[in-house]
């Protein structure tokens, strides 16, 4: 615990709550309304404009960490620098691309004294975009077959095989419905230099989309699940109006991924129903979603469970929620001074 | 005839099947059937209701509400085989 009027000083990253945004602010927003003032938060973050630095009233503090391609060592000793300031109690990453960072570094945070609740290496990757379809196949869920692309005569074999449109996606994040054997291409070479190779080759399931928030206590249960069905959908894909439903099939999909992995800490399911009611699983993402305070406001604050069971304090499993929770997101310009972007932008605090 | 399970209605005449995510609009008219239908009241019963408190004639309302029923089941609102369509 630290030295001062807070109980508890948790460090979120994921602060870009912009139009593809990171769960970070949302995470916040949940933890501030279950843990109210008791709970400090550090910020983390990656670059100068990720709104999250500069909303105050949600961010104690943030400090700006570096890239997952720096690796651990860089990570470890800057956080090991914002510990000494602030006296982390915990952390929670809200990217994909850190997370393989942060799980390898949790036992040194733990020996700091700093919690994390995160999936094994092993449970990582077993839900990898890159590894998913094998994932389905061996486990009895419906996953979309798919392809790797490495070149381009991958993917005109796989547009051979899977046909138009296709689903070309990265590695870490991007998806573009593609309707031609030249927008695939754009989208193949635009996804790989963004994210790296392979890229994947998806075969387009047309149906409704709903995503899943879960909350695994990695031995094969789920403490929570909130399904949302998505009712505005940007052109990145993400919802940006969403309504929570109540459907046993998404509850026992949900539970039969938690028995099948024994997944540790948060995740969202991206699932489609088709016209016959089976339902894909699209992408399985290891952290809470960016509409996750969507399932704090249903009834089932994911945030702080997930702070509970890293403090080691009993969490029984919700068994409700308010079914028909509508979300809206909205734009809102938020001003502040430049000094303020000048500074964490020259110093990497703020 | 049976609505599914938790389909909520409004007196406005607004329908949200929680199980789907699905909403609807529906009129004065169709608020006041839903609310018939979820009280359990039976198709003929509603239909008598109707007749007596509008003008129009049975063989029309037979036509209105075939094509009602047919509203609701392409909207997946009913239980199933809960109605035959006699």
């Known amino acids: 615990m630290t030295a001062n009027k807070y109980d508890l000083c948790i460090g979120v990253t994921g602060l870009n709550a912009n139009d593809n945004p990171g769960p970070g602010v949302a995470v916040i927003r949940a933890l501030k309304e279950g843990l109210g003032i008791s709970v400090k938060i550090i910020g983390l973050s990656y670059e100068s404009l990720e709104p999250g630095v500069y909303m105050h009233y949600l961010v104690n503090k943030t400090y700006q960490v570096p890239y997952p391609t720096a690796g651990t060592e860089s990570l470890i000793e800057r956080i090991r620098h914002i510990h000494k300031k602030e006296g982390l109690n915990m952390i929670i990453p809200n990217f994909d691309a850190e997370l393989f960072n942060f799980i390898k570094i949790a036992p040194l945070l733990k020996k700091m004294g700093i919690k994390t609740l995160l999936p094994s290496i092993e449970q990582l990757l077993i839900r990898d975009k890159v590894n998913l379809a094998e994932f389905g196949r061996q486990n009895n869920f419906d996953v979309p077959a798919d392809h790797k692309l490495l070149t381009e005569a991958d993917l005109k074999t796989a547009a051979e095989e899977l046909n138009f449109p296709l689903v070309i996606k990265g590695k870490f994040y991007g998806a573009t419905v593609a309707y031609t054997l030249n927008a695939a291409l754009n989208a193949f070479h635009e996804v790989g230099a963004a994210w790296g190779y392979p890229v994947i080759a998806q075969k387009y399931i047309k149906g409704t989309e709903i995503n899943i928030a879960g909350l695994g206590n990695g031995k094969g249960n789920n403490i929570s699940i909130v399904p949302m069905r998505k009712l505005y959908i940007t052109d990145k894909g993400k919802a940006w109006a969403g309504v929570t439903i109540e459907d046993p099939a998404l509850m026992k999909l949900a539970n039969s991924f938690a028995k099948a992995t024994n997944w540790n800490g948060p995740y969202e399911m991206e699932v489609i129903k088709d016209s016959e009611d089976r339902l894909f699983i699209l992408e399985i993402n290891p952290r809470f979603p960016a509409w996750i305070y969507l399932a704090a406001a249903a009834g089932q604050n994911q945030p702080v469970s997930l702070v509970k069971m890293a403090m080691d304090e009993e969490v029984i499993p919700f068994n409700e929620y308010h079914a028909g929770k509508l979300f809206i997101r909205h734009s809102w310009d938020h001003v502040v001074d430049i000094s303020e972007f000048q500074q964490f932008s020259a110093f990497g605090e703020l | ?86």
């Open chain 2, 1 to 86: 005839m049976k609505l599914k399970k938790n389909i909520a209605t409004s007196e406005s005449g607004f329908i949200f099947n929680p199980a789907t995510g699905d909403s609807f609009s529906g009129n004065a008219m169709a608020s006041y059937i839903l609310l018939a239908i979820k009280n359990g009241e039976d198709e003929a019963s509603i239909k008598q209701n109707i007749l007596q408190k509008y003008e129009v004639g049975p063989e029309q309302l037979d036509r209105d509400w075939e094509d009602w029923i047919v509203q609701l089941k392409e909207a997946n609102l009913l239980e199933l085989g809960t109605y035959d369509g006699k």
